[in-house]
């Protein structure tokens, strides 16, 4: 059981080191994914705790709130 971890990584390693254009598309991959992940988060995703409530015990009584609150039903 021990030798197919072994196999799979030998397999990945070694295509990765013969790769030409993967190479590229990989750092292609890695930078949009950065955008995605850091940059978008930046603008599009502000701290809403942070900037509406001043204590820790604000915070979480919000948080508890929201995430025990029962839908109404039909």
């Known amino acids: 059981m021990t030798a197919l971890p ?5 397999f990945y ?15 292609i991959i890695a930078i ?16 809403y705790l942070n900037t509406n409530f001043t204590t820790e015990s604000d915070r ?4 508890l709130e929201n995430l025990t609150q029962t839908l109404p039903t039909r």
Do not use: C, E
């Open 13 to 27: 390693r070694d295509g990765f080191r013969s790769m030409v254009v993967g190479k590229t598309l990989w750092k």
């Open 60 to 63: 979480a009584g919000h948080v």
């Open 32 to 47: 949009k994914l950065f955008i995605l992940f850091a940059v978008l988060k930046l603008f599009f995703f502000p701290n």
């Open 6 to 10: 072994k196999q799979v990584y030998f």
